[in-house]
């Protein structure tokens, strides 16, 4: 298992990114939900992943992976807190935002679990997942 993970974990992140900013662009421009501003800086870490990881599977280059870590690792926190920020009242009103759309606003509500944070901390979690997986030297794969 973890030589499959090795071998193929960046193109499972690459794969996993642009499933997720596919989605983001879905529910932005067809389905005309508006971003609020924690949504915009879960995008700010997303979007680059996509062209960042499509160079590193092109030429199947590991060295990119100590930098693309913090961008999915940040992304993921951000997420985290913005998914915290809606299933917590509370927590709305310690940093609520001031333009535009509420950061607390749930747009999609599936199985009274998932929500549009969820689905972005889920995306940024399996491209961690599998570019941990994906480390180490071109030899070893």
Not at 48 to 75: E, F, H, Q, T, W
Not at 90 to 119: E, M, Q
Request: with cysteine.
């Amino acid at each position: 298992m973890r030589s499959i993970g090795k071998r193929y974990g960046l193109y499972l992140a690459w794969v996993v990114s642009l499933v997720a900013v596919g989605g983001s662009l879905f529910f932005s421009e067809v389905l005309r939900y508006e971003p609020c501003k924690l949504c915009w800086l879960q995008r700010i870490f997303m979007y680059p992943l996509v062209i960042l990881l499509g160079m590193a599977c092109y030429k199947n280059d590991r060295r990119l992976i100590p930098y693309l870590l913090p961008l999915s690792c940040i992304g993921g926190l951000i997420s985290l807190y913005h998914y915290a920020e809606q299933k917590i009242p509370g927590l709305a009103k310690l940093l609520p935002c001031t333009v535009g759309v509420p950061c607390n606003v749930d747009y999609i509500d599936w199985f009274g679990f998932v929500t549009i944070p969820l689905l972005a901390l889920t995306a940024f979690m399996l491209i961690t997942c599998s570019l941990l997986l994906a480390r180490g030297s071109e030899e070893e794969v």
